[in-house]
């Protein structure tokens, strides 16, 4: 007997938890409403307020259902139609009559097509009768197996494309030695062991405290020993949710995400260094996650010693490891630029000290392939054939993964006691190699996975920049046309479909087909001139190269506002939001499909029968039965605009606009419904399907939880490649999906259970985790404990209108640069370098040699790489000028902007690793913001080195930006569910999507210059802004000292269009209720009291 498909599956499991959970009683008997059960698809346990109070096997039951859930089926429409049909709503009667007794549930009601309930005939409980038949995909077999390791003989290597070198390809000999004469089997991978449930771990103050006691004795000297006290102050100020006394013990519970909230500098770091110790010693294992491989390089070092100070001191039984682990894509890039900064002593070559045994021996690899291949062309780092041998049709992995250094760490990992990763790689990273995980050999496993199985509590430090990371993986990427052969993802799908059942070709052909259609033709139309993706209608557009008209990304709805404006001119007036009935009528020039299903408009679009020929014109170009009708569509649009856009070049223009929607419309529907085929075949076990599954199968985010709250994926579409068309161009998409603000807030939860199957105690880490507009950093999570930030005056925030000086023709005006046009920017940056140093900096610096010399340091932050050597420049023509600058340079790239430089006797270069070098060089460094504003430790012995920052540009406050607009979107969705979930989830959920609709509505309907921007968004823009902001001035204040945060930027101040921040954070503050004012105030003390103040508002008041 044939096993059911995982859909039906689904739909069974889903109708009995139902029926137990969410019962309905009709004439003396209990049914399973189909709109509950659609619930379960959607995996947002935080909607219902009986979720926490399963136990963990019975929430380990619904989580294997949710496991198995498509998509689409969360749509309670779309459920009730599976369920119908599959429930035998088609069926004739004599069918349903010989069905009925076979089928676990029956259709409710007097007609079965319209039926909203069933009724269980599972012979039992529904809960037994979910384990039965989800017991499959339990069985260890369930899960692929790695491939196994090639042997002696001669093996044919992948065909890679390398930028430089062209297709690397070849053969590699393996030879016999006398310990290896065939190939080794799967008990050589690293060996590990799921974990047991652990409800709660509950390490008290004292051991704690204790136990920083009993580390900080291997240092020597006094200075170093700094771990217990700075542990007892930050314990001494810590508040609990649970207590309103001081806190005595962290009660670690399985399950949840639980937020410590405490200002930069006051220990949080140490905390996560003591936490390590203590598993250690209390022989638990502990996965810490920290913001990027230098992170994790800084935290391992210093716990690797910890440990091994423990085991000589003779309070660790056996020695215990810590061991950093990241991806080993770009291990050896990352060495070799770590070992470009260490300057070696002549006298001692060779010897590169710490950095060298921190970084590069963690880092750097070798390859024993190499001697041993025959190849056209080099492999670089990173892409070896670890897993691309290929023989007679089969696939193997290279013998020396269990000797290799590049996969020593995964081996180290399993049996370390401390393991520590970065924000991306637990998010995204995959351990490659396989593992013998609970007796039997397993492929596929993620990072994620391997820290929730085989560790007792998870650590994340900086969460909410964790959760913004979420938000970019969200993304994935898809190549869906190219000039390259063979190279885009439908092109692979059709040869792979070959390989398939006849049943699942047919599943995916169609919308294989038309993505391929809809993507070709737009390419070449692009690359002949025909259409173009981005071109706007100004002065240089005739002059511009197709690449400039057609960069960026371009999402189907992003020019609706300017085409709204072409085809019904006056109907919005400048700088207005666009009503929704617009967004109807141009929805009903498309295909009947979206139309009817438009969701930022009513069902009345407006439009007289004049438009139904342009319609059509349009549905030719998405269903052309063989023929190029682009000419011709682009004629007759021409003659039957005529009168409603008369100039000729305006009325090309939204012709263009309106051709690349509808294709771009068809392909956001293609490739939807070809993600939703796809996914039913994450269960096949057919090689070729797991190819397919690894172009399009959600990474990161999407693959756990593949529905935000708006219900479905936002899509972008990029080209490039057009300098060299002929070879290189290419059709990209970028679809963003999954729920990253359920990610984290569910982390220790439901994530774990769908990753593990086990719930773990999940701990993040950050001082900005609560801010309730920042809609890429707000946790939605408990804040479980939090220390406010009380140190009197240690930040001051204040504006500078700094002017253009004599000689210049703007003399007296403010100095703008966020706003001013990018050919005016270069010059404006140079003149405020100038001006600031003259009027602010030169004086700030000396004043402070004066009060305090080991802090008389400033910083300039700017945008990018390219603002910071302007700015540089001026500083370095200004009067007087005297000091030591040091000005960034990206790390992969240092000479990149040498050429807008001053000479380096005037601005030293520095990468951003060697920033903590600062002090002993320089005066006034200068660095882009997003580099600065979470990376910053510039310290002399434990205190800041640094007393006052300038802001020079106004951080970038875009909202067309796809991943801060489905943060955005995903946010607001999340701020309609209740505290503690509801007893009608699914209304709960109803009501959530529908204000994301109405989210991504006024996103796309607002104007995208900052100053006409929508108020809210405007505020959620700076609300980022001011996190960044307080995430800076924090660890310009490490070792409990001051800062000064200098604004800048007259774009700060320009109260034109009440778009300055003093303004914005007016509004901010006013639509705070009570108890978001008192919980901000308790957060974040000093540093929020220093905006406030900024805006002139009393922060006693609040």
Not at 859 to 872: K, T
Not at 927 to 951: C, D, E, F, H, K
């Amino acid at each position: 007997m044939s096993e059911l498909p995982v859909r039906h599956v689904f739909v069974y499991a889903a109708l009995a938890l139902a029926g137990h959970y969410f019962p309905r009683h009709e004439n003396g008997g209990l049914l399973a409403p189909f709109r509950e059960a659609a619930f379960f698809a959607a995996r947002k346990p935080q909607a219902w307020d009986g979720w926490h109070r399963l136990d963990h096997e019975a929430r380990r039951r619904v989580a294997d259902v949710m496991a198995l859930a498509p998509a689409e089926l969360a749509d309670a429409k779309a459920f009730a139609v599976a369920a119908r049909s599959l429930l035998g709503a088609l069926d004739d009667d004599v069918e349903q009559h010989r069905a009925a007794v076979l089928r676990p549930f029956i259709l409710a009601g007097d007609i079965p097509s319209r039926a909203d309930a069933a009724r269980p005939h599972v012979g039992g409980d529904l809960l037994a009768y979910v384990d039965r038949i989800t017991a499959r995909f339990r069985r260890p077999s369930a899960r692929q197996q790695p491939a196994d390791f090639a042997g002696p003989g001669v093996w044919h290597t992948q065909k890679v494309y390398v930028t430089g070198e062209g297709w690397v390809h070849g053969k590699l000999t393996i030879p016999t030695y006398p310990d290896f004469v065939a190939a080794p089997d799967h008990s050589t991978l690293p060996t590990v062991s799921t974990v047991p449930y652990t409800p709660e771990i509950s390490p008290t103050v004292k051991e704690l405290l204790d136990a920083a006691a009993l580390v900080e004795r291997r240092y020597d000297s006094d200075t170093e020993r700094y771990l217990h006290d700075t542990l007892a102050r930050l314990f001494s100020k810590l508040h609990c949710e649970e207590s309103s006394s001081v806190v005595e013990v962290m009660r670690l519970i399985a399950g949840r995400t639980q937020i410590l909230n405490a200002p930069t500098g006051t220990g949080k770091t140490v905390l996560v260094r003591v936490l390590a110790s203590w598993f250690a010693l209390q022989g638990l294992r502990i996965a810490l996650v920290v913001p990027d491989v230098k992170a994790t390089l800084s935290t391992a070092w210093d716990i690797s010693a910890d440990l091994e100070f423990l085991h000589q001191d003779g309070h660790l039984e056996q020695r215990a490891t810590c061991v950093p682990l990241m991806s080993p894509n770009r291990r050896q890039e990352r060495a070799l630029k770590s070992a470009a900064l260490i300057r070696e002593d002549p006298h001692y070559p060779g010897e590169w000290g710490k950095r060298g045994q921190r970084d590069i021996d963690n880092l750097a690899y070798g390859c024993a392939q190499e001697r041993f291949l025959d190849t056209a062309g080099t492999y670089p780092s990173g892409r070896e054939n670890c897993f691309t041998l290929q023989r007679e049709g089969a696939f193997a992995s290279c013998p020396w993964i269990p000797r290799c250094d590049k996969f020593a760490p995964i081996y180290a990992a399993c049996g370390a006691a401390v393991v520590v990763t970065n924000h991306h790689n637990f998010i995204d990273g995959n351990l490659k190699i396989g593992l013998n995980l609970d007796g039997r050999p397993t492929r596929g496993v993620t990072v994620r996975e391997f820290a929730l199985r085989t560790c007792h509590a998870v650590v994340i430090d900086e969460i909410d920049q964790f959760q913004s990371n979420l938000i970019d993986k969200c993304a994935t990427h898809i190549v869906l046309h190219s000039r390259r052969p063979w190279t885009s993802a439908p092109q692979q799908f059709d040869t792979d479909a070959k390989h398939m059942p006849i049943r699942v070709e047919s599943s995916l052909v169609n919308s294989v087909s038309h993505v391929r259609l809809m993507a070709e033709f737009l390419l070449l139309s692009i690359c002949h001139g025909a259409l173009h993706l981005t071109a706007s209608d100004d002065e240089h557009t005739t002059q511009q190269r197709s690449g400039h008209q057609n960069a960026g990304w371009r999402l189907a709805h992003a020019r609706d506002r300017e085409l709204i404006g072409l085809l019904f001119p006056g109907a919005v007036a400048e700088g207005e939001s666009i009503p929704p009935e617009l967004f109807g009528k141009l929805d009903a020039l498309l295909p009947e499909r979206y139309g009817a299903s438009s969701l930022l408009a009513g069902q009345d679009n407006g439009l007289d029968r004049g438009w139904d020929d342009v319609r059509r014109a349009l549905d030719v170009l998405t269903a052309p039965r063989g023929h190029d009708f682009l000419d011709l569509v682009k004629l007759e649009l021409h003659g039957l605009l005529a009168d409603t856009i008369p100039d000729a070049r305006s009325r090309s223009r939204a012709i263009n606009l309106l051709v690349v929607r509808g294709y771009l419309k068809e392909l956001d529907t293609s490739l939807t419904t070809l993600r939703d085929h796809v996914q039913q075949l994450r269960h096949s076990g057919l090689s070729s399907a797991n190819r397919i599954l690894e172009a399009v199968h959600p990474r990161a985010v999407n693959s756990i939880l593949p529905l935000g709250m708006l219900g479905r994926a936002i899509t972008g579409y990029r080209v490039t490649g057009l300098d060299n068309k002929e070879k290189d161009a290419e059709l990209s998409a970028q679809n963003i999906s999954g729920d990253p603000h359920t990610y984290v807030s569910e982390l220790g939860g439901l994530v774990s259970l769908l990753t593990a199957r086990v719930e773990r105690p999940v701990v993040g880490l950050s001082a900005t985790a609560y801010f309730p507009q920042a809609v890429r950093e707000h946790v939605h999570a408990p804040v479980a404990w939090w220390m406010t930030d009380a140190q009197a005056r240690s930040i001051v925030a204040e504006s500078h209108k700094i002017t253009y000086g004599s000689g210049h023709p703007l003399m007296g005006e403010s100095i703008r640069i966020s706003g001013t046009h990018p050919a005016g920017k270069p010059s404006a940056l140079i003149e405020l370098g100038t001006r600031l140093y003259e009027t602010k900096i030169s004086q700030k610096i000396e004043k402070l040699r004066r009060k305090d010399p080991d802090r008389a340091r400033v910083i300039l932050a700017a945008n990018s790489y390219e603002q910071c050597a302007y700015l540089a420049l001026g500083l370095s023509r200004a009067k007087g000028f005297n000091h030591r600058v040091c000005v960034a340079v990206p790390s992969d790239d240092p000479t990149r902007y040498a050429r807008y430089l001053p000479s380096e006797t005037l601005a030293r270069p520095v990468t951003p690793e060697q920033f903590e070098d600062f002090p002993a060089y320089g005066d006034i460094l200068i660095a882009p913001l997003s580099v600065i504003a979470r990376g910053l430790n510039i310290v002399v012995a434990t205190r800041s080195a640094v007393q006052s920052i300038y802001l020079c540009t106004r951080p970038p406050l875009t909202i067309d930006e796809p991943a801060w607009m489905y943060g955005s979107v995903n946010a607001a969705g999340m701020s309609v569910l209740p505290d503690g979930g509801s007893g009608d989830p699914a209304e709960v959920l109803r009501a959530a999507g529908e204000q994301a609709w109405q989210q991504l509505g006024l996103i796309l309907r607002s104007p995208t210059q900052f100053s006409a921007m929508t108020p809210t968004l405007q505020e959620q823009v700076i609300a980022g802004m001011l996190v960044n902001l307080i995430q800076l001035a924090g660890r310009a204040r490490r070792g409990g000292t001051d800062m000064n945060l200098h604004l800048v930027d007259y774009a700060f101040q320009d109260e034109t269009w009440s778009s300055d921040l003093v303004t914005i954070i007016k509004r901010i503050h006013s639509r705070w209720p009570p108890e978001v004012q008192h919980r901000m105030n308790d957060l974040y003390g000093e540093a929020l009291g220093a905006f406030l103040s900024y805006a002139g508002i009393d922060p006693n008041q609040v």
